[in-house]
């Protein structure tokens, strides 16, 4: 009867410690605290020393909870998969029991815990989802009630719901860095709806003209001439109108017109059978055929041949050519995009560009403005380039506000690809203390060239607006005082205070 009571008394603390256990990692965020506090009641309750989990990371067991252990213990009590009973039960995925602590050298007593009044050591390995997360291990003494079979059986049921917590909260944690890497990735999305258009980086007032044209024209199937002078990203447009066009599936092919001699561009364009001269080895697609169903991009396009311009000019109205050397007709469906730096006007009034074929490809003209009229995108575009390239170099470089207004002053000739350059350029010679406006002068010699400078930022008064005209006012005082707003200042018979005001407005 006493014995049966016993059991009874023994069953009942095992069901409370259980219940204790899974109310405690159920209504706690903190891993921690819950797991060191479940260790406390399966100790208190069934009298088990030294309970501990260790997890398992890299195939090694480190101490997660414990109880009993100090702070040297838990460094020192560290397990390689495989070592000793715990790192035994970890690889073998079974509980190990170590009967006598005392004369088994599978206990390893790393942590220095082992007494007279310590039997034994069981260890049981905590897995989820076929994974094992680590191991929970306690002692048996003197005072613990339960057998072998008993214990096992107790801590493999805790292990099972330890596992699952741990495991739970591992996915958890994962699913936060989730969230904010995608918190991140819509942020920079939000942000390039603001200054970049696909590729294209840009908040002007005239950059933002060319996106809405972008945005209207992109699904249709219209001929666009995009124009504009050297540098200015006239290919990222033809990209982003096909990037968002019913052709974005299909191929987006390139070809730069001034780029190949005049005896090669028609077979580039149209192909070429074999032996039609005295290269041609075997026959050959052209950039239509490559292109078809998808966008062509045909650059500089002022620098065809005449009789390029003619076969061009057929394939805009009939969709239809011959190869070079060739008798068959092949029919394409491509999306021209064309782009040029030329004045195709003035070449059309001196014979040199066909009329009709001009007015084939000006149906959708979109102008791109030079760099030095799109006032606070240099900034931005000074950004992306430096921190690309700094990425590329592994070197950390920051622009003073003294050297980014010479960048904001100087005309860029070379216009946006010109810029990029600089910003290498800078990069990879600059000083990582931080790019001064003296620093900025010999990295770019040509802001020495005033010349240059007044050539291209000399504006005509006319349509002028007054804040335009006192924003140039006041470019042009900081740059005859090196970026000195004081002196600025006096020079403009305005406070110091008044020209920081005016400075922050116009962003210079």
Not at 348 to 355: A, L
Not at 393 to 419: F, Q
Request: aromatic share 6%; hydrophobic share 40%; with cysteine.
């Amino acid at each position: 009867m006493m014995i049966t009571q016993c059991k009874e008394c023994l069953t009942h603390k095992e069901l409370t410690v259980l219940y204790d256990i899974a109310s405690l990692i159920s209504d706690s965020r903190d891993i921690q605290k819950s797991l060191e506090k479940s260790l406390m009641a399966l100790k208190n309750s069934l009298e088990l020393e030294n309970c501990v989990i260790y997890k398992l990371e890299d195939d090694q067991l480190n101490i997660c909870s414990s109880i009993g252990f100090n702070k040297h213990q838990k460094i020192i009590s560290e397990y390689k998969l495989g070592e000793g009973a715990t790192g035994l039960a970890a690889k073998s995925k079974e509980p190990i029991v170590i009967e006598n602590i005392h004369n088994d050298i599978l206990f390893l007593n790393k942590s220095g815990n082992k007494n007279s009044e310590t039997i034994s050591y069981i260890a049981v390995p905590m897995i989820a989802e076929d994974k094992v997360l680590g191991v929970i291990g306690a002692n048996l003494t003197k005072s613990t009630q339960m057998d072998f079979e008993q214990t096992v059986r107790i801590l493999s049921i805790i292990s099972s719901l330890f596992a699952q917590y741990i495991n739970s909260s591992l996915s958890i944690e994962q699913e936060k860095e989730r969230l904010e890497d995608l918190k991140l990735y819509y942020k920079m999305e939000w942000d390039s709806k603001v200054h970049n258009f696909g590729d294209i980086i840009g908040d002007s007032k005239k950059m933002q003209d060319v996106y809405q044209i972008i945005e209207r024209i992109a699904q249709s199937d219209v001929t666009v001439l995009v124009r504009g002078e050297t540098g200015t990203g006239k290919e990222l447009v033809a990209a982003a109108i096909h990037k968002r066009s019913k052709r974005k599936e299909e191929p987006f092919i390139k070809l730069n017109c001034a780029a190949i001699t005049d005896s090669l561009l028609e077979s580039e364009l149209f192909g070429h059978e074999k032996g039609a001269f005295t290269d041609a080895k075997e026959t050959r697609k052209g950039r239509f055929e490559l292109a078809d169903g998808g966008t062509l991009f045909l650059d500089e396009i002022g620098d065809i041949s005449a009789s390029a311009q003619v076969k061009l000019l057929r394939v805009l109205q009939e969709r239809e050519f011959e190869r070079v050397g060739g008798g068959k007709t092949i029919r394409v469906n491509v999306r021209l995009v064309a782009a040029t730096n030329r004045d195709l006007e003035q070449m059309v009034k001196d014979g040199e560009f066909r009329e009709d074929l001009y007015y084939r490809l000006n149906v959708i003209p979109i102008d791109l403005p030079p760099l030095r009229k799109r006032g606070e995108d240099i900034k931005l575009l000074v950004n992306f380039f430096l921190e690309r390239s700094m990425k590329n170099h592994k070197k950390l470089i920051s622009i003073t506000d003294e050297a980014m207004a010479k960048l904001m002053l100087y005309p860029w000739p070379g216009n946006v690809r010109e810029l990029e350059n600089t910003i290498e350029r800078i990069v990879l010679m600059g000083n990582e203390d931080g790019i001064t406006a003296s620093d900025m002068m010999l990295l770019l010699p040509a802001l020495n060239n005033e010349k240059l400078v007044d050539e291209y930022n000399a504006i005509p008064m006319e349509n002028r607006t007054l804040e335009e005209l006192e924003k140039e006012a006041l470019i042009q005082a900081l740059k005859n005082h090196d970026s000195n707003q004081a002196e600025a200042a006096k020079a403009l018979g305005i406070t110091q205070r008044q020209i920081g005001y005016k400075v922050k407005k116009y962003g210079i």
